[in-house]
């Protein structure tokens, strides 16, 4: 059985599929090219990230196609009803790229409030003569512990960032459309282990108790947060978003901290995506990483492991 694995695999999850009888083929294939390619190579299944589509279109022209694979937790760019009522298996991993998100999230937050974002820039172009002014600048940083974090959206990325603040020290508000509460558990080196319960309240008190906002919610047909949802925010907050862009309202979020509600956001994904807004990429208030928040070594891995996993537990039978 041959499975194309058109957005990348990590060599452990081509090594396990090898091992169970599969083909992995690894070139990449232009979106307008895979209906000739899957056809011409009678591909049983076809592996993507975010960048390959997997539409009805698609679907409909390959009768070849067993299985569509996302490696990693949206699958807003797979038909996924209409595969699945066509007798295809379409299968994700929503576990193993939940703790390379929730540090990336804190990778900006930390940086944000210790002007990092702003520092890295300035320090290569005036550090040598403007140091005591640029000291000045950004000696008014502040700490994460104690400070209250707020959680939209509390499913396994979500859950992970609330534990690496717990171990922080931080207070955690979550607020969440299905989930009402969830285990989070501390593993320790040695260990020990300790676990809380964190109940999920409403989204307007979450809003207005934050110090600091992190999203992760699917795709949305519309924002889910906009000027409104600024308002209701403390003057001073700091967001991020490493979910999905479009889920934020970018005009919106840029009148927010030219207004100072908002002191900095963290930005992993766009609106307009691969071609990020200027204003927000020429804003000294926001921090900017170019949708890297699953693309760590040890993610790519255990991806790669958990999809081979499933499609020989599929496969086979």
Known sequence: MKILANDGISKSGIEALENGGFEVITTKVAQNQLENYINEHTIDAILVRSATQVRQELIEACPSLKLIGRGGVGMDNIDVEFAEDNGLHVINTPAASSSSVAE??????????????????????EGDTRF???????????????????????GKIGQQ????????????????????????TLDFFNG??????????????????????SLHVPAQENYIITKTEFAKMKQGVGIVNAARGGILNEVDLVNAIEEGKVQFAGLDVFETEPTPAVQLLMNPEISLTPHIGAATIE???RIGLELANQIIALMKN
Do not use: C, W
């Open 192 to 213: 020990q282990k300790i676990t809380f319960t964190i109940d999920t309240i409403d989204k307007e008190e979450v809003l207005k108790e934050a110090d600091f906002i």
């Open 299 to 301: 993610a790519q891995d």
């Open 161 to 184: 960032v609330a534990k690496i603040a717990l171990g922080l020290g931080m207070t955690v508000l979550a607020t969440d459309q299905l989930i009402t509460s969830a285990p989070i």
């Open 104 to 125: 990336l999230v804190f990778a900006h937050l930390f940086g944000m409030v210790r002007f990092l974002h702003s520092s890295n820039r300035e320090m290569p172009l």
């Open 132 to 154: 005591k002014e640029l000291k000045k600048a950004y000696a008014n940083g502040t700490e994460l512990r104690g400070k209250t974090i707020g959680i939209i959206g509390f």
